[in-house]
């Protein structure tokens, strides 16, 4: 009766979590960006800006009309259009709820390009403000979704594209972009022209600017792929110290995983609400990350991590972001493990573990929470941490070269691409040969782990070991390591827990000092008193 009961149950969730609520974004049905130019113009008198924006779109059906996002201006903040065209004529848009609906002309042609001309000060997504040196700075900030602060887009990552920057402003400043830098011109008046062009597609939540008074230097080439630090000239060689272990990072990741996508890896000291944000071949760090004391190898190999996951294989809904969190804190720590060792693993694995087992008693959700509807809210321990720890057991699950074979397999097929959990489950099912229905269901879309109360006693040769899980909302069906310990020498047994209770008898050559559960770190549970 329980087995059946089990199957029923896992029907049930795996139904709930097809059908249930996600990423309520309004998707275009047809229509398809495959290129932006933004063309921005900035100054010192005021936080300003105007643009005009490219936007070729195809549609891949039926000429129907499709939206953009831009916020409209509300006293002090957002935009004001001015004109739309498709080719040299004006559009048939509308402007309101901040969208701009555009209605195309019904033509033989499936491929458009629409101007949008439009200007006003962004509240958040672009941050004017002052470095900590208080030097005027411009930066692109837009994850989750503040690109439509100051860019008219499709933001939301599911819809990726090429683009372009052409930034004009005083000459004083250097500029940073996405992508590679194509074009720097003197325009006289004392206005600079900069432009980028990045050929890879990407997503709106990771395109940026840095335009500011930098100090750059050339960390190295890797693969051909020039990495670069961008700081500021009042503390350029804390900063290029900090930030050169860059090379080292973006080697390894090449190496274990596939190619790098984009033209440039700039690692950027900037304004940012984040500790690191992964914008796409243009990496900004909170400014203080520069201290000279090379303490953000870390963060580096963290945001560097993204370049493949969740900017080239890139999550099709928000619900699924631990692809990209989830991954990244894996990716850190598998980098970590090859510099350091495996103890460095198991190290920062425990760290993430304490942090998860705290999050859950005040937050009881699962990696995957179809319940969350605003993108701002879907980042969290779970999609972090757990999502590491996931991939974590995966990798024991399946073995390493196994592991990395998946990884290898899901990125190609991915890369400048978007992907969802099942996806990647495929992917590995491909390479191990194994139904891993159950457990990516029981450990990316059931709330919580395992909550073991146990003990052990030595017995004529034998330890018993009585181990019970009391969570009561689920029973995890789970493979536990039994660490006996002998002076130096740990053996390990593995015994799999598929019941509520197990009581189990182990031989031993004679009573051991200790009993520990998963001493090498692959399972995440809470040993309860």
Excluded at 71 to 100: L, P, R
Excluded at 184 to 191: A, D, F, I, R
Aim: proline share 3%; with cysteine.
């Amino acid at each position: 009766m329980k087995k059946i009961y089990s199957l029923i149950v896992l029907a049930i969730l795996l139904f709930s979590n097809a059908i249930a609520a996600q990423d309520t974004y309004i998707r275009n049905t047809s229509a398809d960006v495959l290129n932006y130019v933004f063309n921005l113009t900035l100054n010192d008198v005021d936080n300003e800006i105007i643009g005009e924006t490219l936007v070729t779109v195809d549609f891949k059906e039926e000429i129907t009309t499709f939206s953009l996002d831009l916020i409209s201006k509300s006293e002090i903040y957002g935009m004001e259009v001015t004109n739309v065209f498709e080719g040299d004529k004006k559009a048939n848009y509308t402007y309101n709820d901040d969208k701009i609906r555009i209605t195309p002309t019904i033509d033989d042609s499936k491929t458009k390009t629409y101007k949008i001309q439009y200007h006003g000060i962004a509240e958040k997504g672009l941050v004017i403000d002052k470095t900590k040196f208080g030097q005027r700075s411009f930066f692109g900030d837009n994850w989750p979704n503040l690109a439509r602060n100051w860019l008219p887009c499709v933001d939301h990552p599911y819809d990726k594209a090429t683009i372009e920057f052409a930034i004009t402003a005083p000459e004083k400043y250097d500029v940073v972009a996405t992508g590679k830098k194509i074009e720097e011109s003197n325009l006289g008046k004392g206005l600079k022209l900069t432009r980028y062009k990045e050929t890879a597609p990407v997503a709106t939540k990771v395109v940026t600017i840095g335009v500011t008074k930098f100090a750059s230097k050339l960390l190295g080439m890797v693969n051909e792929i020039p990495v670069t630090a961008w700081v500021y000239p009042e503390n350029r060689l804390d900063g290029f110290s900090d930030y050169a272990v860059a090379t080292n990072v973006l080697n390894y990741y090449i190496k274990n995983i596939g190619p790098y996508s984009y033209s440039k890896l700039a690692n950027v000291q900037a304004k940012t609400q984040w500790g690191g944000l992964e914008n796409a071949g243009t990496i900004t760090y909170f400014e203080n990350s520069v201290s000279g004391k090379n303490k953000v190898e870390g963060l580096i190999a963290h945001e560097i991590a993204h370049q493949w996951f969740g900017n080239s294989a890139t999550e099709n809904s928000w619900n699924h972001v631990w692809l990209s969190e989830g991954f990244a804190t894996y990716f850190t720590i598998l980098y970590q493990e090859e510099m350091y060792g495996n103890e460095k693993r198991k190290e920062e694995l425990a760290i993430d573990k304490k942090q998860i087992i705290e999050y859950y008693q005040k937050n009881p959700s699962p990696i995957v929470d179809n319940s969350i509807k605003d993108p701002k809210k879907v980042l969290s321990t779970n999609t972090y941490q757990k999502g590491g720890w996931f991939l974590n057991m995966l990798r024991h699950k399946i073995g390493d070269e196994t592991f990395w074979n998946g990884i290898r397999a899901y990125y190609k097929k991915y890369r400048n691409s978007n992907a969802m959990t099942a996806d990647f489950q495929k992917e590995m099912e491909i390479v191990s040969n194994q139904n891993l229905e159950a457990f990516f269901n029981q450990w990316l879309f059931v709330k919580g782990y395992p909550e073991l109360k146990w003990d052990w006693k030595y017995k004529k040769g034998s330890i018993i070991i009585n181990i019970k899980q009391v969570q009561s909302h689920y029973t995890f069906n789970f493979p536990l390591e039994i660490g006996i310990k002998n002076g130096d020498d740990t053996k390990i047994k593995t015994i799999q827990i598929d019941t509520k209770s197990k009581t189990l008898k182990i031989a031993v050559d004679s009573k051991p000092e200790d009993v520990i559960l998963d001493p090498d770190f692959w399972l995440l549970f809470d040993e309860k008193n």
